[in-house]
């Protein structure tokens, strides 16, 4: 039969306008969370985690929100850029292995 | 640039054929690790590798086989392979095995096609 791929979701924002990336794990004993970028021909690289003992983090143009109640993560990006344009993955440690999201497609109009 | 380095980028292979996949991490860690990253399911851990020995083997089949002589090299040989077996396949490396706080660098990925 005709093979059926990942739909990832997508989100379109203008250069300049903030994102937010959403994002639902599985496992309410999970207890940290990493977000990942990945662009067209490389590998995931790390861009923020978070424990389960906090519910909010900022970096550098990046605040990951935790709310634990709904298991629900997000990634906001401020004032997108775009070298932004990527998919976004979303991970949580489950015993001793990251378990991945199916991510989700970014697009940055100039 | 993330320090670890794969190859080939690109391979296509038979479903007869035997080929083996290298991973080289210039990041002086001690645990790698093999990922499978397909159209059709998120990024899939297959191996973990923790000062060159096996701590994690996630159901994966025996014509995937993995090796790894060093802390610094990671290979995945392959035999036997299916066409559903086309996907991009990712090394990854970090400091020690425990994942809680440990970050996982990866390399590019080797794009595989089974025909």
């Known amino acids: 039969g005709e093979s059926v791929g990942l739909h990832l979701p997508t989100l379109s924002v203008q250069e300049g306008d903030n994102s937010i990336i959403n994002c639902a794990y599985s496992?309410?004993?999970?207890?940290?969370f990493i977000w990942y970028k990945q662009e067209s021909g490389k590998g995931p690289q790390f861009i923020i985690d978070i424990r389960s003992n906090m519910d909010k983090r900022q970096g550098q143009r990046v605040t990951v929100l935790l709310n634990k109640t709904v298991k629900h993560l997000s990634l906001q990006i401020a004032a997108t850029q775009p070298g932004d344009s990527a998919v976004y993955f979303c991970?949580?440690?489950?015993?001793?292995?990251?378990?991945f999201g199916a991510g989700t497609i970014l697009r940055v109009k100039s | 640039e993330t320090g670890v380095t794969q190859t080939p980028r690109h391979l296509v292979m038979g479903m007869t054929n035997k080929k083996s996949l290298k991973c080289e991490q210039h990041?002086?860690?001690?645990?790698m690790y093999w990922y499978k990253q397909s159209a059709k399911k998120p990024l899939e851990l297959m191996f973990v590798y923790n000062f060159k020995e096996q701590t994690e083997n996630n159901s994966v089949p025996s014509r995937f086989s993995p090796e790894c002589p060093n802390s610094s090299h990671l290979f995945l040989h392959l035999h036997t392979l299916q066409p559903e077996d086309s996907a991009l396949y990712l090394c990854?490396?970090?400091?020690?095995?425990?994942?809680?706080?440990?970050?996982?660098?990866f390399g590019p990925g080797t794009r595989l096609t089974v025909l």
């Open positions: 991970a949580e440690i489950d015993g001793n292995k990251l378990v």
């Open positions: 990041l002086g860690h001690n645990a």
């Open positions: 496992n309410s004993a999970s207890d940290y």
């Open positions: 990854a490396s970090s400091q020690g095995e425990s994942l809680s706080y440990n970050e996982q660098f």
